[in-house]
C-alpha cells in the first residue's frame, strides 16, 4: 500500500537554529514527493516538490528538501529557521507520476521559539 | 481569480440535512480535487475531475457524498444526510495537467469548515 510517514507530531527550534522535518514513503515505482505548509485558517500552500534529478530541492521562503531513495526519506530543512515559520508541515506522495490524486503524512507541527 | 476559491467559509447544519459545497479552480486549470481535512483521520483524498474524463470516485467514503464539475470548472461537493463524524475541514486544489514530465502541483483553496450538529 501507498504510505507517507511522519514519525514526529510536532517539531520544537529556536529562532536561528536550523531545522529538520522528517518525511518517509512507501510507494512502488518512482514517486512525486511534495511539502506543504499550513497556517491557521488557510489552505495548504506549495513549499517544493521532488520529480526527478539533484536529490536537494530548493523551495519557497528559504525551504529545501533532500530525497534519499534508499532510506525512502524525504526530509525538509531549512538552515535557520524564523519565528514566521511555525506552522503545520504535510509531506505528500504521488505515486503515479504527478497525476493524480497526493497520499499525506499526518502532518508535523513545527514551533519555532524566540 | 487569482487562487482556488471556495465557498462558504464555515457551514454549520443539522444532523440529516444536505449540503453542497462549492470549487472554482484556478482558471485554466484542468483537474480539479476535494480531501477532507479532519482530527482523527488528517487529509484523505476523495474524489479528482480531469478534463472530460470520467472522475475517480475512489475516496468517497458513503454513497452520501457525491461531486460534480460543470463545464470543466465549478466544481460541487454535496453532502446528503449529513452525520457528526461528516464535520471537517474539506479542501478542493486545481492544477494544470500536461502530459510528459509534467510539473503537476496542486494549489489548493482556503476550505469550507463543515460542522454538523
Known amino acids: 500500500a501507498q504510505s507517507v510517514a511522519q514519525p514526529e507530531d510536532q517539531v520544537n527550534v529556536a529562532e536561528g537554529n536550523p531545522l529538520t522535518v522528517k518525511c518517509t514513503y512507501s510507494?512502488?515505482?518512482?514517486?512525486?514527493l511534495f511539502w506543504y505548509v499550513q497556517y491557521p485558517n488557510r489552505g495548504l500552500q506549495f513549499l517544493l516538490k521532488?520529480?526527478?534529478?539533484?536529490?536537494l530541492v530548493k523551495g519557497s521562503y528559504g525551504f529545501e528538501a533532500e530525497f534519499n531513495k534508499s532510506q525512502t526519506s524525504f526530509h525538509l530543512k531549512k538552515p535557520s529557521a524564523l519565528v514566521s515559520d511555525s506552522a503545520l508541515y504535510f509531506c505528500?506522495?504521488?505515486?503515479?507520476?504527478?497525476?493524480?490524486?497526493?497520499?499525506f503524512g499526518a502532518g508535523t507541527r513545527l514551533a519555532v521559539h524566540p | 481569480g487569482a487562487g482556488v476559491s471556495q465557498s462558504p467559509s464555515n457551514k454549520v447544519t443539522e444532523k440529516g440535512k444536505d449540503v453542497e459545497l462549492r470549487c472554482d479552480p484556478i482558471?485554466?486549470?484542468?483537474?480539479l480535487y476535494w480531501y477532507r481535512q479532519s482530527l482523527g483521520q488528517g487529509l484523505e483524498f476523495l474524489i479528482y475531475?480531469?478534463?472530460?474524463?470520467?472522475?475517480?470516485k475512489s475516496g468517497l467514503p458513503s454513497d452520501r457524498f457525491s461531486a460534480e464539475r460543470t463545464g470543466g470548472s465549478v466544481s460541487t461537493l454535496t453532502i446528503q444526510r449529513t452525520q457528526q463524524e461528516d464535520s471537517a475541514v474539506y479542501l478542493c486544489?486545481?492544477?494544470?495537467?500536461?502530459?510528459?514530465?509534467?510539473?503537476?502541483?496542486?494549489?489548493f483553496g482556503a476550505g469550507t469548515r463543515l460542522s454538523v450538529l
Open positions: 475531475f480531469q478534463g472530460n474524463s470520467a472522475p475517480d
Open positions: 521532488y520529480i526527478t534529478g539533484d536529490n
Open positions: 510507494v512502488s515505482g518512482n514517486p512525486y
Open positions: 486544489a486545481s492544477s494544470f495537467w500536461a502530459g510528459g514530465k509534467a510539473k503537476n502541483i496542486q494549489y
Open positions: 482558471s485554466g486549470h484542468t483537474a
Open positions: 505528500a506522495v504521488s505515486p503515479w507520476g504527478g497525476y493524480n490524486k497526493l497520499i
